[in-house]
């Protein structure tokens, strides 16, 4: 499964910025979806996790309120609106794919088994 993320960009502390990730994969619903970043110098971590029908939705403590994952299984893709953006949620923001039915293993990186290349999205003060 090939993923492409899209919609990074430079953007001042306050504004709003969506980030896309797409595949031509046709079984696009068979797998939950997430949305991890990594900052320079730090580890990858956890954004958000979509279920396959958009039942469920988890988010990192540090972005709840602010960031909205969805997903469109007819263009084969998910979505993940950002606002009140901060300086500290500059980083590349990967989207990936997993097969887990486990809602509570979504936050996790090992349970994914394709990784999209990477957006950058850069905040300024």
């Known amino acids: 499964v090939q993923l492409q993320a899209s919609g990074g960009g430079l953007v001042q502390a306050g504004d709003s910025l969506r980030v896309s990730c797409a595949t031509s994969e046709r079984s696009f619903g068979v797998y939950a979806m997430g949305w991890f970043r990594q900052a320079p110098g730090k580890e990858r971590d956890f954004v958000a996790a979509?279920?396959?029908?958009?039942?469920?939705?988890l988010y990192a403590d540090s972005v709840k309120g602010r960031f909205t994952i969805s997903r469109d299984n007819a263009k084969n893709t998910v979505y993940l609106q950002m606002n009140s953006l901060k300086p500290e949620d500059t980083a590349v923001y990967f989207c990936?794919?997993?097969?887990?039915?486990?809602?509570?293993?979504?936050?996790?990186?090992?349970?994914?088994?394709?990784w999209g290349q990477g957006t950058l999205v850069t905040v300024s003060s």
């Open positions: 979509i279920s396959r029908n958009d039942g469920v939705r």
């Open positions: 990936a794919a997993t097969t887990t039915y486990i809602y509570d293993n979504y936050k996790y990186a090992r349970e994914y088994d394709y």
